[in-house]
């Protein structure tokens, strides 16, 4: 089995969780402000079965478009993808898994638990993927050997192991 040298790649995965968060916390404002009531502290709530669209949102949104592709709106625009820490396609279960802890993740400490353990783990993962046995791909940055071209990868890339210089032609693989 091939070990699969990831990056940290903060500001790529900071900036796909910003994409894939901020619009789906603005649809759940507006769905609670309009399907709502005012609730005793001044604000807004949803009860009963209206309380389950959200959640059912969130489940389709990112669980279950993450599991078909690796990827989510976020992931797709920045360039990256999660898989299996062996290079497979992630299941349904494991990026359910990842999602549960996001709010120990991301919003807990405004993401410095996601930051800390991306920064110090070996394979770069947020505690989600630890748990979940995922890795996040993409953005790595290698040198062509011939040319000297620094290139950012593709996650394609990185699943095959090889990459094809864009200024030389030259095919390199992975170690």
């Not at 619009?23 to 769905?31: G, M």
Request: net charge positive; with cysteine.
């Amino acid at each position: 089995m091939r070990r699969i040298n990831t990056e940290a790649n903060l500001s790529r995965r900071i900036s796909a969780t910003l994409i894939d968060y901020i619009p789906f916390f603005i649809l759940f404002a507006v769905y609670v402000s309009y399907f709502g009531h005012p609730s005793e502290d001044g604000g807004y709530e949803v009860n009963g079965l209206m309380a389950f669209v959200p959640i059912l949102f969130w489940f389709i949104f990112f669980p279950v478009i993450e599991s078909f592709n690796g990827q989510t709106l976020g992931h797709k625009i920045m360039g990256i993808m999660v898989i299996t820490k062996n290079g497979n396609k992630i299941r349904l279960g494991q990026s359910l898994i990842r999602r549960i802890l996001d709010p120990i993740d991301l919003i807990s400490c405004f993401g410095l638990i996601a930051i800390i353990t991306i920064k110090n783990s070996d394979h770069h993962q947020r505690l989600g993927d630890m748990v979940a046995g995922t890795i996040v791909v993409g953005g790595e940055t290698k040198r062509c050997p011939a040319c000297h071209t620094e290139l950012t990868l593709e996650p394609k890339e990185v699943l095959k192991g090889r990459f094809d210089c864009t200024e030389c032609g030259k095919r390199t693989e992975l170690t």
